[in-house]
């Protein structure tokens, strides 16, 4: 145990440099994540991951599920058979009853309770990795859904840690790494307060679980966070533009929309639009940091160096990290 949590130590230290987490807390919600896996039709293994959230009780993706007819849970040398499910395929999260784990569930936080910078672990079963990997990384973005926010985070995962837990610095599950998109630097995690509402779901026992969650969509009918994936990995910026332009318009009050707006209009360098539409997205959200030092780097341009400065002051208790790469570009430190 005592090489464990070197080890997770050390990971969490070179992502965790400005803010603070509980050592304890983070370690127990490092041995709460289990692996989820299932023999397929052909033999294969199927295999994903999974987080311990009540008696009995573990949390995955419905897509981990898809391709075996007898899954189990494993932590170690230990396995543990599933018994029943509670599935919303939609929304890609299965919660499992397994026998007699008898284990200390992980706490459960509430996606809404997040802004924009705030540190967060991914710790999975990467590439099927025995032990759990931790990455660390930051909130991006969220985006309201039923009553909770997918979450937009820099905390990587990779195949075999769907499923798998992303957690505050309190050690509370805040989301379920659930799907990325390629080449957008983008990993969505489903928020995890959604766990309270499965629990009411009809009890199943078949496997395989299928069914199409939203993330599969055809593009047209995707939500609008995920029909910008594609336009901003080619750097289309007319198809962006008309996106975001619907996007504002069908979600007045949407700060992540505005935001977008102002980025592809910057980007077509229409940059009086694209402050107006950063404004925007300060109005709706004080706190959204991303549209704070677009917006600071424009009156910078403009000679407004006060306001600049307060902006700054802003990002500096919000976002650190965001203040300082701000304070590196105003003062010409870097490429001038």
Known sequence: MKSTKIFLL????????????????????????????????????????????????????????????????????????????????????????????????????????????????????????????????????????????????????????????????????????????TGYGAYFSMPAEWIHRLRTLPAEKEFPINGKALWEEAEDTKPYFLKIAIPKIKEDWETLKYITDEWTKKEKNNTEAWYENGLVNEKLNHIDIAKISYEKAIEIDPKNTDALFKIAIIIHSEGNTTKVENIKTKLKELHPAKADELDEIITCKKDC
């Open 10 to 181: 050390l990971l969490l230290t070179f992502s965790t440099t400005t803010f603070a987490y509980d050592q304890k807390k983070l370690m127990h919600a490092w041995t709460s994540v289990v692996m989820v896996r299932g023999y397929t039709d052909t033999g294969a293994l199927a295999y994903g991951s999974g987080v311990i959230v009540g008696e009995n009780e573990i949390i995955t993706n419905c897509h981990v599920l898809r391709d075996t007819k007898q899954p189990w849970a494993s932590q170690g040398d230990t396995s543990y058979s599933i018994t029943e499910v509670r599935a919303d395929r939609w929304q890609d999260l299965c919660l499992l009853t397994v026998f007699n784990m008898n284990r200390i569930p992980v706490p459960i936080g509430d996606s809404k309770n997040l802004v924009k910078g705030q540190e967060l672990a991914s710790i999975g079963h990467s590439h099927g990795a025995p032990v759990p990997l931790t990455t660390g990384g930051y909130v991006i973005s969220t985006y309201k859904s039923n009553d909770g926010r997918i979450i937009r985070s820099s905390a990587k995962f990779r195949m075999g840690a769907s499923g798998s837990g992303l957690f505050d610095m309190e050690g509370n599950l805040v989301g379920i790494n659930t799907f990325k998109t």
